[in-house]
C-alpha cells in the first residue's frame, strides 16, 4: 500500500514537475517563432 502510494506520488511530483519546466519553454518558443513570422512577414515586402 505504501509503495504504491510512494509511486504515485513520484510520479505526480514529477509530471507537474516536467509541466512546469516544460510549458514556459514551450509557450516562450511559441511566442518567439510568432515574432519572428510576423517580422519576416513585416520585411519582406521591403525587401522585395
Known amino acids: 500500500m505504501i509503495q504504491n502510494y510512494l509511486i504515485s506520488w513520484t510520479t ?7 509541466e512546469n519546466l516544460v510549458h514556459p519553454v514551450y509557450s516562450t518558443s511559441v511566442l518567439i517563432s510568432r515574432q519572428v513570422s510576423l517580422f519576416r512577414h513585416g520585411l519582406s515586402p521591403k525587401l522585395d
Open 12 to 18: 505526480f511530483k514529477y509530471t507537474t514537475f516536467r
